[in-house]
Structure formats: structure tokens, C-alpha cells
């Protein structure tokens, strides 16, 4: 039998995270023109022969969205039209995931347009990480993996020290998420009952659950012009909380976020670098932790036809 090639190839959304899961896996990132025409459009060229290969194309949808979307469709295309056995997306950070279903009129679904769009591209398989919605996964008609950073924010959890801990979901939709944190350190639950108002406004209606003089982390999968986040741990002190931490596992910190965070009542806000921080966005207050020793493990059981559920035992 011919074993097939593990290949890596980034695009721009996230290099330092490609780069860092080959170094965990050994190898080179496949080299590639990933640029743009005059006019716009983006150009892509592999730079390197890749026929017959297992070929992993890391790139996150994050900001500018729209940009790195187009990458990933165009990288898919000219893998397989350069004879990729087998194209695996890697999407740290799946953007376009919160218009995930039609709750009001005249509205689309825009998870399930980019994962056709992905689809017909060709890839033949997505790894991903701490979706929106669990049900996005099932916008896909291909195999898709989908990794938690849970691990990873809980280990540096725990090097925190919090005292009394209680885990609190930013809104009622995340309550799975928390309670995935709360049973890995044994910590209460929390819910905070918050309303959209517009795309960058949020209103806490409600805290449900004992915080008063107890430490709160909240969780959530992201955190984009940080109102949610600091809304949430505003009410959460108003109502007794004495620290308030969050972890969320997509920073896009877009718009005035980091001003928000800066000025907020929260003590820290721990990311994953699912999404590019570039240097003038790190503060004191924003911690940055890597999962690029998750994606590499899932990238090399994928690889090897291993399951890769055991990833998420603790
Ligand atoms: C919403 O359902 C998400 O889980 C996040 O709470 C939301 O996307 C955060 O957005 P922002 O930081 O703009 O409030």
C-alpha cells in the first residue's frame, strides 16, 4: 500500500499558528503564493509538488473574513486541481458561524452557505474548533472533527488559583459549553441571561445562580467587540462577584474591544490563538494560550485513520 504524504500549507489568516503546528509535527509548511492580483482577487500557487498527498490547509475565517474565506476556497481548488489525495480544512476559528439559523424574516444562513462553499470547493474533509452551534456540523456533508480548547483553558485555569470558583455562561445558549469547564474542576454553574440588541450592543437582563464573594470565570466561544464580555462581568460584580476572569476560545477583538477590556472590571481574559493577535493588540490583560499541540495531535490521528476522541478525555 502507498502511504500518503502528510503535508501542512497555510494561508494568511494565521501563519504563526501553522507554523508552529509543523514544528510540533516535524515537518515543513508546503510552500505557497498566497497574495492578491491588482485588482483585487486573490492569487494563490502551491509552490511545491503536492500530487498524491494528504494535504491539511490551515486557515481560520476570522477578520477580514470575507478575505480568508476567499483563500481557503481558492487554496482547496488549486490543491486538488494539483492532485492532493486527500484536502483536509483545517479551521481553527469558523467564521460566518453565528447567522446559523433563519430567526427572523428575509435573513440567510450563512454557516450553511460557507459550508457548502467549502464543500464544493472540494475539500474532502474539515477539522475544526469550538463552533458557534454544535448543529453547524451537520451543515457539512463531508466528515468534519471538532476539537474543544477546554484542556487548554483549564490547565491554565487552574495555575490561577481562583478562590470558590464558579463558571459562568456569557449567555443561555453557552451553558453546554460552561458546564464542559465546570465538571472538569468540580466548580458550580452560573448563567447570565443576556439580550442582543443590535450586532454590538448586549443588555444583561438577569444572573441566575450564587456568585456573591466568589470568583467567576466566564466562558464563551467568542468574543468580537468584547460587549458581551464586559457587560457580563459588570453584572456579575454588581451582584457580588469578587473576580471576574473569562476564557473564550475565539478572540476576533474587533472594533473598540480592546479598550473595552482594558477599562472593564475584568481581571484577565484568556484566548486561544485560534485567531491572530498581532503585537499591538496584546495587553497585560489578554492571555494568549496555544493550541497547537491539539491541532497537531488531531492533524496526525486524522493521518493516520486514529480516532481522535480521545483528545477530549481528561
Ligand atoms: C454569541 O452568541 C457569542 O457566543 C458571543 O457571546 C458573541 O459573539 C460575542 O460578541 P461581542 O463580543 O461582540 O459581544
Known sequence: ????????????????LAAAIAKKLGIELIPATVGEFADGETQVK?????????????????????????????????????????????????????????????VP???????????TARADRVLTLDLHAHQIQGFFDIPLDHLYAVNQL?????????????????????????????AYIGADLAVVDKRRIDS????????????????VLIVD????TGGSLVEAAAAL???????????????????????????????EL??????????SKRTPKIKVISIAQLLAEAVKRIHHDRSISALFKH
Not at 483549564?154 to 459562568?168: E, F, G, Q, S, W
Not at 438577569?206 to 466568589?214: Q, S
Not at 466561544?221 to 468580537?224: E, F, K, L, Q, Y
Open 1 to 16: 500500500m502507498i502511504e500518503r504524504k502528510l503535508m501542512l500549507v497555510s494561508g494568511n489568516a494565521n501563519r504563526p
Open 46 to 106: 502551491i509552490d511545491q509538488d503536492i500530487r498524491g498527498g494528504d494535504v491539511f490547509v490551515i486557515q481560520s475565517t476570522s477578520p477580514p473574513v470575507n478575505q480568508n474565506l476567499m483563500e481557503l476556497l481558492i487554496m482547496i481548488d488549486a490543491l486538488k486541481r494539483a492532485s492532493a489525495e486527500r484536502i483536509t480544512a483545517v479551521i481553527p476559528y469558523f467564521g460566518y458561524s453565528r447567522q446559523d439559523r433563519k430567526d427572523q424574516p428575509r
Open 109 to 119: 444562513i450563512t454557516a450553511k452557505l460557507a459550508a457548502n462553499l467549502i464543500t
Open 154 to 182: 483549564v490547565t491554565y485555569l487552574k495555575r490561577r488559583h481562583l478562590r470558590n470558583p464558579v463558571i459562568a455562561s456569557a449567555d443561555v445558549g453557552g451553558v453546554k459549553m460552561a458546564r464542559r469547564f465546570a
Open 200 to 215: 454590538r450592543q448586549t443588555e444583561v437582563m438577569n444572573i441566575l445562580g450564587e456568585v456573591a464573594g466568589r470568583d
Open 221 to 224: 466561544d467568542i468574543c468580537a
Open 237 to 267: 460584580r454588581k451582584v457580588g462577584a469578587r473576580k471576574v476572569y473569562a476564557a473564550v476560545s475565539h478572540g476576533l477583538l474587533v472594533d473598540d474591544a480592546l479598550t473595552k477590556i482594558e477599562s472593564s472590571v475584568l481581571e
Open 270 to 279: 484568556w484566548i486561544t490563538d485560534s485567531v491572530f493577535l498581532p503585537k
